[in-house]
Every structure is written in structure tokens, then in C-alpha cells.
């Protein structure tokens, strides 16, 4: 396995890989999101209490969902990238970036558009609200910090640090409905055993869930593997590269 990765942690390696990886999350992303929506929009019954309007959680749930799963694997890579001095993982940190930031404001976007006919307003002072606001500062943070610095390394290492440091939000948001007195609805998917929604309404969630999975996975080697080109630019792979690319 340590083998694995250290072959992986070559630039040229990497590259390779990523551009093998991507069909695999691409088409298996269109196929679930395809089906999800179909299941979710189209097939689920309305609820019994919020009628047409609860549709949105499978935009919303998923989003959130990832919004903290991306924050952990950013943290994670930016952890042994600081540790053990591996470039690419400090390419998965800094391109997990903007992805996540982006699936943490459409989750708290999406959850005004849910509040509003369902609250009476678009924002509430709420414990996982405010604290899934503070996740996108976070990011936000992390992102400026890395472009801060013009040297890679030293960008690396700064951010990394306030990446590890903000894994405290994380159970933070997880845990905010049970330690506090909020308005925000339980996990749905805490407990799959026992579920508080319709299977019909349950598995295309589910399945969204995975197709969010896997556009993450698209996006991140993307931008990675673009990463990795402007970083080692001066390489001659690199250069064998774009040439083949242009010719």
C-alpha cells in the first residue's frame, strides 16, 4: 500500500492516473444523477406535510453532506501533505478547495429557499445554519491563505494548519441538532435502520448522495490533474505533454 502511494506521489504518476480515474466517476455521476432526479422530482410522492416544496432536500442534503465530507478529505491530504512532504496530496487539498466551498453555499442556499416557506424567513440564527456558515468561511479562508503565499509550499503549510485546526467544525455541525435547542430537522440519513422518510422518498436521496460523491471526483481530478501541469510545468514530461496535446 505505502508503495502504491509513493509511486502515485510522482507528478507524472499522478497525472496519468487522474486521466484514467475521471471516466470511471464521470459516467457513473451522470448515470446516479440522471436517476436520482427522475426518482426524486418526478416518481416520489409528495409530503404529507410540506407537499411539493420538500423536493429540495435532494439538492440540499447531498450538498451539505459533501460540504463537510470534502472539508475532511482537504484536511486529510493538507495533513500528509505538511507530515510527509507529498506534493500531490498537497494538489488534492488545494483544488478540494473551491468544490467544497461551492457545495457548502448551495447547501445553505438551498436551505434559505427551504426556510422561507417553511420558517417564515430566509436565515435563522440556527445552531447548524450558523455553524455551516462558518464551514464556507472556513473554506473561504483556506483558499485565500493558499493564494496568499508565493511560494507553493509555504502556502501549503499555512493552509494545512488552518485546515486541521478547523476539523473542530465539523462536529460541530454534525452533532448541533442533538446538543442544541434548534429548528433545523435530525439527519435523515443518521439512521438507516429505522428511516423518519418513505423509501420512495429515502433511495433517490441516497442515490444523489453517491452522484454528488462522484462529481466531486470528477471536479477534484480535474482540477488536479490541471494543477499539476502548471506546477511542473518546466518538466519535461510536462512539456512532451502539451506538446502531444497540441499536435
Avoid at 417564515?120 to 464556507?136: H, K
Wanted: proline residues 5%; charged residues 15%.
Amino acid at each position: 500500500m505505502w508503495k502504491w502511494i509513493q509511486k502515485l506521489a510522482s507528478p507524472k504518476v499522478f497525472y496519468e492516473t487522474t486521466n484514467k480515474l475521471i471516466p470511471w466517476f464521470l459516467w457513473p455521476f451522470i448515470a446516479l444523477l440522471i436517476l436520482g432526479l427522475y426518482w426524486g422530482l418526478v416518481l416520489a410522492p409528495a409530503d404529507y406535510q410540506q407537499g411539493e416544496s420538500f423536493r429540495i432536500m435532494y439538492i440540499h442534503v447531498p450538498s451539505a453532506w459533501m460540504s463537510m465530507l470534502v472539508y475532511f478529505i482537504m484536511a486529510m491530504a493538507g495533513g500528509i501533505g505538511l507530515i510527509w512532504q507529498i506534493k500531490m496530496a498537497e494538489v488534492v487539498a488545494k483544488v478540494s478547495a473551491p468544490i467544497g466551498a461551492s457545495f457548502t453555499l448551495m447547501a445553505l442556499v438551498t436551505g434559505a429557499v427551504w426556510g422561507k416557506p417553511m420558517w417564515g424567513t430566509w436565515w435563522v440564527w440556527d445552531a447548524r445554519l450558523t455553524s455551516e456558515l462558518i464551514l464556507l468561511f472556513l473554506y473561504l479562508a483556506y483558499i485565500s491563505l493558499n493564494n496568499a503565499f508565493d511560494n507553493p509550499k509555504t502556502a501549503a503549510k499555512a493552509s494545512s494548519i488552518l485546515a486541521i485546526v478547523g476539523l473542530v467544525n465539523l462536529p460541530i455541525i454534525h452533532y448541533s441538532v442533538k446538543w442544541w435547542n434548534t429548528l433545523h430537522q435530525g439527519s435523515i440519513l443518521e439512521d438507516l435502520a429505522e428511516p423518519s422518510v418513505h423509501p420512495d422518498m429515502l433511495w433517490p436521496l441516497i442515490i444523489m448522495v453517491f452522484a454528488f460523491q462522484f462529481l466531486y471526483g470528477v471536479l477534484a481530478l480535474m482540477n488536479a490533474r490541471d494543477e499539476v501541469l502548471v506546477r511542473e510545468q518546466n518538466s519535461r514530461w510536462v512539456r512532451a505533454v502539451v506538446t502531444g496535446e497540441q499536435s
